[in-house]
């Protein structure tokens, strides 16, 4: 199935254990530069560009911190709609099998407004609606009042 959060989340997690470990090396670059017995105008330029150097690791760093609070942003975000596909595919079958039973009193007309109201909410009604597979982003188009889309 598509949006394997699971993977996403162990992506998120791979990406800031990169990020710890490029952080690690920064830090002993910039401690092995400073650490070096040598002393003059070219020491001076190495240590400043084992600084330079480092600056950019732990830049770099950052940037796998960012990439990973976006998977994980986005893994909520696939978690959210997954749990909407699921509301509203349990909406729609719960709403046809009440047409189809008569569920909750409905009688002669009411039944015809039931299914009526139905027609209404699910695009080709009930004679003519086919439900997306399980799961699928088609139930997201499904229209169903009062299910807290956001």
Do not use: C, N
Request: glycine share 12%; net charge neutral; hydrophobic share 45%.
């Amino acid at each position: 199935m598509y949006g394997d959060t699971t993977t996403i989340r162990a992506l998120a997690a791979r990406l800031r254990e990169r990020g710890d470990e490029i952080r690690g090396e920064a830090t002993m670059l910039a401690t092995r530069a400073e650490q070096v017995p040598w002393q003059g105008l070219a020491a001076d330029a190495m240590r400043e560009q084992a600084r330079v150097r480092a600056a950019a690791l732990r830049r770099t760093a950052a940037l796998h911190d960012d990439a990973a609070d976006a998977l994980d942003r986005h893994a909520r975000e696939v978690d959210r709609l997954k749990d909407l596909i699921a509301a509203i595919e349990r909406k729609v079958h719960h709403l046809l099998a009440e047409a189809a039973d008569g569920v909750g009193g409905l009688v002669g007309g009411a039944i015809h407004g039931a299914v009526h109201g139905l027609r209404d909410l699910v695009p080709g009604g009930p004679a003519g609606f086919v439900p997306p597979p399980p799961g699928s982003r088609a139930w997201l188009s499904v229209d169903l009042p009062g299910l807290g889309r956001s």
